[in-house]
């Protein structure tokens, strides 16, 4: 019989040791860039999270730094001795969940939230049609004549105002679940469409799939599929987030693909982590490096394959917003580029520092909305400065959030996602010339 976990075990109190202090990790941290104190930096942290796992400080104590915590896993890249933050993080999370008290409506709702709604695809295309319906009756329109978004909770109705047109229910339903290669069959592959993005980004996915088949992949849209569990995971729903996972793993298993693909850079950078959630050595952590080394975000699928040329000149200058987590975690930078290098008529001029977080990260522009505004503000100076009319993100948070930026600075900026791109520079099957 396993002994149980000890608050030392929750929280990978032993990984706490391998920081050394050095504070290579400050300059990369936009919490403490912005918030300018020790506790909300990540060497700090680790510090308290160390006291809390001794018994030297309570877990209350602990919470505000840690939920103030992105997660964006810049200090990880920087960190010159390997320390494995994210671990502790979602360790310490998971020891703050388990140990709160909550209010009965409040345990309720996020009950209801993180057990039924997000994992699953039929209420969450509900949402989506709720949200068509609102735009299409002209509820919205009548909403921001009033000024009623700018007083919802949690300043939902702001980041409403910015979504982007819903498809129609029938759009939804009709369609296909297998999609052929438009050209020779390089690869079969799975599409993960994520809680959010078949929500709220359902045209993206559909645009996904449009290009993947261009360049010559079959896909496969597996019904089965359920939400990844970063949202857990970012929650301290440890459990919840384990149980999303062999539910994923265990359908992809039946499946003959070569690939699951991903347009989402949390979700992918949550599934290439699966095996971190299992015993090492057990049945499912050897399933889940199964299912880990199939794992690719679509920018290098599309990449590797090489089918697509673009035909229609864009002309006009574009930035680049990535993903933390496809930078910090996934390790993806090149293929997003190499990409919008081969729309004809794009300048691309970078960020002065493009890896700075946009303070999406996953839901905290909700529940840490003024830090979030202030690592935002920071961000759309860094992309105005560039003089782009378009800035390109690999990630629906990531474009929610600089969407809001754009409108909240008045840029005249517009945020889209690289699919979208892709797809305005009207792709085609690439023709081969015979030498």
């Not at 075990?9 to 202090?21: I, P, R, T, W």
């Not at 917003?321 to 919008?340: K, W």
């Not at 961000?379 to 400065?385: I, S, T, V, Y």
Request: glycine letters at 6%; aromatic letters at 6%; one cysteine or more.
């Amino acid at each position: 019989m396993n002994e149980p976990e000890t608050l030392k075990d929750v929280m990978n109190y032993e990984k706490a040791f391998d920081c050394v202090q050095c504070g290579y990790c400050l300059p990369a941290c936009p919490t403490y860039e912005t918030m300018e104190t020790e506790t909300h930096s990540p060497r700090g942290r680790i510090q308290l999270m160390k006291l809390a796992a001794e018994g030297h400080i309570s877990l209350h104590e602990l919470e505000d730094p840690v939920e103030k915590c992105l997660g964006c896993m810049a200090c990880v890249t920087v960190c010159p001795t390997n320390v494995q933050y994210d671990q502790m993080l979602e360790g310490a999370k998971h020891a703050i969940e388990k140990n709160k008290e909550k209010p009965k409506h409040q345990a309720a709702l996020e009950k209801g939230l993180f057990e039924h709604a997000v994992p699953s695809s039929k209420i969450m295309h509900s949402v989506g049609n709720l949200t068509w319906m609102y735009q299409k009756s002209g509820l919205q329109t009548f909403a921001q004549k009033l000024g009623i978004l700018s007083k919802t909770p949690l300043h939902l109705g702001e980041f409403a105002s910015v979504l982007p047109p819903m498809p129609s229910p029938k759009q939804r339903a009709s369609r296909e679940k297998v999609q052929p290669a438009q050209q020779k069959e390089k690869l079969r592959v799975a599409f993960f469409t994520g809680c959010v993005m078949d929500s709220v980004f359902f045209t993206i996915n559909e645009q996904s799939v449009e290009l993947l088949t261009l360049a010559g992949a079959s896909v496969v849209i597996p019904e089965e599929q359920t939400c990844c569990g970063a949202l857990h995971a970012h929650a301290g729903r440890h459990d919840e987030a384990v149980a999303l996972a062999k539910q994923n793993i265990q359908m992809l298993e039946d499946l003959n693909v070569d690939r699951i693909v991903n347009n989402a850079g949390g979700c992918g950078a949550q599934m290439i982590r699966y095996d971190h959630l299992f015993d090492e050595g057990s049945d499912w952590h050897k399933r889940a490096l199964a299912f880990v080394a199939k794992v690719e975000d679509i920018t290098k699928v599309l990449a590797e394959l090489d089918g697509l040329q673009f035909t229609k000149p864009l002309n006009y200058t574009i930035t680049y917003q990535p993903s933390c987590h496809m930078t910090n975690v996934q390790r993806i930078t090149n293929e997003p580029r190499q990409l919008m290098n081969q729309l004809p008529g794009v300048s691309v001029n970078e960020m002065n520092d493009p890896d700075f977080c946009c303070g999406s990260a996953g839901i905290y522009n909700i529940v840490q909305y003024d830090e979030s505004m202030k690592i935002l503000d920071r961000k759309m100076g860094d992309a105005q400065a560039t003089n782009a009319q378009v800035i390109v993100t690999t990630n629906p948070g990531c474009l929610l959030q600089m969407k809001y930026g754009a409108e909240r600075a008045s840029s005249g900026q517009r945020a889209v996602h690289l699919i979208e791109l892709l797809i305005e520079a009207e792709p085609k099957i690439k023709q081969i010339k015979n030498v």
